[in-house]
């Protein structure tokens, strides 16, 4: 397994190819054939056409990404050698919630992580919420945060403004554990990891990234994170929503997996997004987590899911 | 599963050492899979993993059950789907592989090719082509048929005894014949012959390819040594050329040959070739500045894309370098391991089209080899991430068993290894006991009297170096001392002169050599045993790379392996300081400056304890900032024991070598596996030499007369002024530091007079002037530099006075081992009074023992503050700092 990163980030960056198809030839090579990765890259252009079906197009990406695997290298030594943590899909090390919420459809065929990979097997919650969130809002967070700690569960948060913020302080503050999922790839991190150094180090936050290791932070990156937040957590917190945006359609689609999705309801306003929530499934909570009673009027919205 | 395959290795190799036995003795890498992949955590179990029968089992079964059983339970793993078939099921298995008429096709192809040549076992290691191979018909095919080397390696992926069942099977069928004799041969059969079909095989057709270039031509030698001949060469040795088929194969290669052998134009032809075809890039990592630096410039003079990067240019040089890189405008490129921690270089390494890697010096990569470096570990981890059809070439002049095994587990099992003989036929090897130093003195003068040419003596210590070059020069030899203290302008200007033939000898530590390319050297000689034969191996092989007689010399005495086992116990920190290092850098990233200080860490120890604690994996380097590594392995200490048992064994090695009383090289050659060779016939043990101390007296009065103007400089520069500190001696293994000892920790009493003499001898040959002299407070009590002051004011008719005081009482300076620290107890420690006593006044301080020279520096700052002109130093002895 050891010498097959190249290969493991080859297919998992290879450009345009979705999720599913990543990971479904790793199955297929893997799984289904019980070839290795690194044979399956020595196969002539027919086997991929006529055993793989893979169309012309796949054929170019697949020799680029051949041409490009002795560079890959230098990249994977420099990530072992500065204590990066390279996660296949099929490894023992991948979170199994991730494997449980987005399936092959959208499970990430690799992950980086820098910190104490024990965390990502743990009880994991996501509190998510806008960039912009309320000082309410926020002291929400807060004790959610500090109510993880205290059941031994890891938040897992978004290094955003706001309640991604918010979380991660706190549960550092309250000594529990966290994930990190960045929105860029893992080697842009440097300012993070020199601020979270001793976190990371002595166990108390592991960083996460699903993207090319020296991609920069991008809108569009922070939006597809969004589905990795929400895939490695058990359960949901909603501190403040909109009706659109990423953590809006987040909440939906959990609720929509019959997942928990706890949403902050504190001023018993039927306009609120907070109350549509609650109506497609939500569970509302108060300000220190505890289940609340709320009459629901029966009149369906029709809500925007995630584009597949 | 790379932990369970780590500790099985490790294991492997723990027992493969206390048995003195090659790894693959213990269980082969076949055993390791399959234990990988069945888990068995019973000696039932493990009895059907391939290669274990009864006695493996009773000598190694518990201790790899306990190794899987703990895997299995710290990993949580499932062990109720796995099923491992037993060796019967595994056989019948194999038993169906062998209907398989490709292999019966290949084996008589290959028997037709070498008719009558070769047995079963023979042509099965031929189509197997497994290193274990080398030994019995390796060579001897090779020399003979370079070019059918198509069959090599061809059916690796059948096991053994399919080629060999499916060779009985033929016997039977009569399609082969075996002839009686002590070694039976295989012969095509005359009768079924032609009612084989035999299958023509290509030599592309033999070879799994990855370059589209690749074609028959590529095989052909004369093809390729047209092509040579445009880098100024005629033609390939059969070594070379097997070298060259193979990295055209896409394979890993590991060459252990010795200096002489044409082993980089192996890989410059390759990567130039590389490079015609593809413009793709050869990368070669090598440890040595100066080498690198020689290549270049004679590949450049031939015409060829070739350059290096390097911390001595600038970073824009580099910039440059590494865009033509990019751009394709480049062949090769020498790097140094270092270079993968650069930032700049990371930046450009994804955009280059890469072609091959080579790794000079490879023995370094081996914990076993003799100077194994932490950057090579991040070599390791490149060619271990390199895809598998990708040519990687590693190139040594010496390597045990041990080290080849090693790097053979690190390179895979892949690795093609070519070595040839290690003996060098012009090497005279002799080895002279002495008794002292002064016996040792002697022989150089008498031994360079009579030897022509130019030549380099290795001293174990810095100061020994200074010593050795001042006798030689006293003697009128062109002489001079070479070591990794001075600064490097003042290395390059020695190596440079040396080159051009300016010093005789140069007096060195085993700094100067590695990167050494003079063909030229007639003569080495030892001061002292190297810690073990391969580095001795090494440091000799520099002499004669023009094949023509030089001389060996190693003056060994007892009192040299005290000193060598001194070095090998102190060679680490405590160990506790070990993991008070790893807590606090847990907390926080460190320099290293700021570790040894907040430690207590002399920069040796620190740059030990750094290496130790990155090669285990537990920090990480990040330009100069080590960093925890959050995943890291718990501190092993055992290994440092381990290691320090290792390295005494080897010490052990070395001194049986000097007191050995058959032919040295042979035993040298033993010593790195070379079994082949005879006596050399030219050895002082093969000449029955006897070394007799003609005229000791007369060089012994010499040695008493230069010991008696003998002293060291040591500069220092305080606030732009330079302090000259001169020293009458070494402290330490010298008959002066004795007396010093004793005088100063057993009460022996006054400095003698001898001491008084040579002070005055010297400050009348380098202090002019002096007005006044001054002397060191003692830090605790006791007069013994008072009176020796006064004694030598006397005697020079100059005043001395008693003003320089303490103000304060200060620790032992001994106590501190960075000077950092030293400098800070001293601060304000020293006073004087009366001011108008030192105004403008060149001053002569003197000391008993320096170390740092802090003191001195405090002292001489505080002085040249309040007045005083000039300052010179007198100590009686310096302390031996810094030694590698």
């Given at each position: 397994m050891d010498n097959e990163y190249i290969y493991r980030i080859a297919v998992a960056h290879m450009p345009h190819w979705t999720q599913e198809r990543k990971n479904l030839l790793v199955i297929d090579v893997l799984h289904k054939r019980k070839m290795s990765l690194r044979d399956f890259f020595e196969s002539d252009e027919n086997t991929l056409k006529?055993?793989?079906?893979?169309e012309e197009k796949e054929l170019t990406d697949f020799k680029n990404a051949k041409d490009s695997l002795p560079n890959l290298s230098f990249q994977v030594e420099k990530l072992i050698n500065e204590g990066y943590k390279i996660i296949p899909i099929?490894?023992?090390?991948?979170?199994?919630i991730m494997k449980e919420n987005l399936k092959v459809k959208y499970s990430p065929t690799i992950i980086y992580t820098k910190g104490d990979v024990n965390i990502l097997q743990e009880n994991a919650v996501a509190i998510v919420g806008s960039r912009d969130a309320d000082e309410n809002s926020l002291k929400f967070t807060d004790n959610i945060a500090k109510k993880m700690a205290d059941e031994y569960k890891v938040v897992v948060s978004g290094f955003a403004k706001g309640v991604d913020k918010q979380a991660l302080d706190s549960s550092i503050k309250y000594n529990g554990n966290s994930i990190i999922v960045l929105p860029q790839g893992i080697l842009t991190f440097d300012s993070g990891f020199k601020k979270y150094y001793n976190q990371i180090n002595n166990g108390g936050v592991i960083v996460l990234s699903t993207f090319p290791v020296d991609a920069g932070w991008s809108t569009g990156l922070a939006m597809a994170r969004n589905r990795y937040i929400y895939g490695l957590a058990k359960e949901i917190y909603v501190a403040q929503t909109n009706t659109s945006g990423g953590t809006w359609s987040g909440a939906i689609d959990g609720i929509k997996r019959q997942r928990d999705v706890f949403v902050y309801y504190p001023e018993h306003n039927t306009k609120s997004p907070a109350y549509e929530l609650i109506k497609k499934g939500a569970i509302p909570i108060d300000f220190n987590g505890e289940r609340i009673n709320v009459e629901i009027s029966q009149k369906p919205i029709q809500l925007s899911m995630f584009k597949s | 599963m790379e932990n369970l395959y780590k500790q099985l290795t490790t294991y492997r190799l723990n027992v493969a050492q206390k048995e003195n036995l090659p790894a693959y003795c213990i269980f082969d890498n076949n055993s390791i899979d399959e234990i990988i992949k069945y888990l068995p955590t019973t000696l039932d179990e493990l009895n059907n993993i391939r290669g274990f029968k009864e006695q493996r089992i009773n000598k190694y079964g518990q201790d790899i059950v306990k190794i899987v059983t703990e895997y299995v339970e710290h990993n949580n793993i499932d062990k109720s789907n796995i099923h491992i078939p037993a060796k019967k099921e595994k056989r019948e298995k194999r038993k169906e592989e062998t209907i398989d008429t490709e292999i019966e096709e290949i084996i008589v192809d290959c028997i037709k090719n070498f008719n009558g040549e070769f047995g079963k076992s023979g042509i099965v290691k031929i189509l197997k082509g497994s290193d274990s191979v080398r030994k019995d018909y390796y060579k001897e095919l090779y020399y003979k048929n370079a070019i059918n080397s198509r069959f090599w390696g061809y059916l690796k992926d059948r096991t053994g005894s399919v080629i060999g069942n499916t060779i009985e099977k033929l016997i039977d069928e009569n399609k082969i014949l075996q002839t009686d004799g002590i070694r039976p041969a295989l012969r095509i059969s005359d009768v079924d012959y032609s009612k084989i079909k035999t299958k023509k095989i290509e030599a592309t057709e033999s070879i799994d390819i990855n370059?589209?270039?690749?074609?028959?031509k590529n095989m052909n030698r004369d093809y390729h040594e047209k092509l040579l001949s445009k880098m100024g060469y005629e033609k390939f040795y059969d070594n070379q050329w097997n070298v060259i088929e193979k990295l055209l194969n896409n394979q890993r290669v590991l060459i252990i040959e010795k200096t002489g052998f044409g082993k980089s134009l192996c890989y410059q032809y390759v990567a130039n070739l590389f490079y015609e075809q593809s413009k793709a890039l050869a990368i070669v990592f090598s440890p040595l500045l100066s080498l690198m630096r020689d290549q270049v410039n004679g590949l450049k003079a031939k015409g060829l894309r070739a350059e290096c990067i390097t911390g001595e240019q600038t970073e824009e040089e580099n910039v440059k370098i590494l865009e033509n890189a990019v751009n394709g405008k480049i062949a090769i490129l020498y790097i140094s391991p270092e270079r993968l921690e650069n930032e700049i270089w990371l930046k450009y390494i994804p955009e280059i089209k890469l072609s091959m890697v080579v790794i000079d010096e490879?023995?370094?990569?081996?914990?076993?080899?003799?100077?194994?470096?932490?950057?090579y570990r991040r070599i390791l981890n490149l060619v271990n991430n390199l895809p598998s059809k990708f040519p990687i070439l590693a190139v040594t002049a010496t390597a045990t068993s041990k080290v080849i095994e090693d790097i053979k587990i690190q390179l895979g099992d892949e690795l093609e290894i070519i070595r040839g003989s290690l003996y060098r036929d012009n090497l005279q090897l002799h080895c002279i006991t002495c008794n002292n130093l002064n016996e040792k003195m002697y022989w150089i003068i008498r031994i360079i009297n009579n030897l022509k040419g130019n030549g380099i003596i290795y001293c174990g210590k810095r100061a020994d170096t200074v010593l050795i070059s001042e006798w030689l020069q006293y003697n009128g030899i062109k002489s001079a001392y070479y070591h990794g203290g001075l600064n490097k302008d003042l290395r390059l200007k020695i190596e440079q002169s040396f080159f051009e033939n300016e010093y005789k000898v140069i007096v060195s530590t085993n700094a100067l050599g590695m990167g050494v390319d003079k063909k030229d050297i007639r003569y080495i000689i030892h001061m002292q045993i190297p810690e073990n034969p391969m580095s001795y191996y090494q440091e000799i092989g520099r002499a004669g790379r023009d094949g023509k007689l030089s001389q060996i010399i190693l003056l060994y005495s007892h009192k040299d392996k005290e000193l060598s086992e001194f070095f090998i116990e102190n060679c680490r920190p405590n160990i506790k300081k070990y993991r008070y290092a790893i807590q606090k850098i847990k907390n926080k990233p460190y320099s290293k400056l700021n570790l040894a200080n907040e430690l207590y860490l002399s920069d040796n120890d620190a740059d030990t304890m750094l290496n130790d604690l990155f090669d285990q994996n537990i920090i990480i380097k990040k330009g100069s900032v080590y960093e925890y590594n959050p995943n890291a392995p718990q501190l092993d200490e055992d290994y440092f024991i381990w290691q320090k048992q290792q390295k005494l064994k080897e010490l052990g090695k070395m001194v049986k070598y000097a007191e050995y009383s058959q032919c040295r090289m042979k035993y040298l050659c033993n010593y790195l596996e070379d079994e082949s060779i005879q006596a050399c016939g030219i050895c002082d043990n093969c000449k029955k030499y006897k070394f007799n101390m003609d005229n000791f007296q007369k060089i012994k009065n010499k040695i008493d007369d230069f010991y008696s103007q003998f002293s060291i400089a040591d500069n220092l520069y305080v606030n732009g002024n330079e302090i000259e500190v001169r020293s009458l001696s070494y402290y330490g293994d010298t008959e002066i530091g004795q007396i010093v000892h004793n005088c100063k920790y057993e009460n022996a009493g006054n400095f003698p007079d001898g001491l008084v003499l040579k002070s005055v001898k010297i400050i009348k040959k380098y202090f002019k002037n002096i007005d006044l002299i001054l002397y060191v407070p003692p830090t605790v009590s006791g007069g013994l530099v008072e009176n020796f002051a006064h004694r030598i004011a006397k005697m020079l008719n100059i005043s001395v006075s008693d003003g320089l005081v303490k103000t304060r009482n200060t620790e032992s300076q001994k106590m501190f081992k960075s000077k950092r620290k030293k400098l800070e107890n001293l601060k304000n420690a020293f006073f004087f009074k009366e001011k108008g006593e030192i105004n403008n006044k060149n001053i002569l301080l003197i000391d008993d023992i320096t170390d740092s020279n802090a003191t001195i520096e405090v002292i001489s700052e505080y002085l040249l503050n309040n007045g005083v002109k000039t300052v010179s130093v007198l100590t009686i002895a310096r302390t031996v700092k810094g030694d590698e």
């Open positions: 006529n055993e793989f079906n893979f099929n490894s023992d090390l991948y979170p199994k | 370059a589209a270039a690749y074609t028959d490879a023995h370094c990569i081996s914990q076993w080899g003799h100077d194994f470096r932490p950057s």
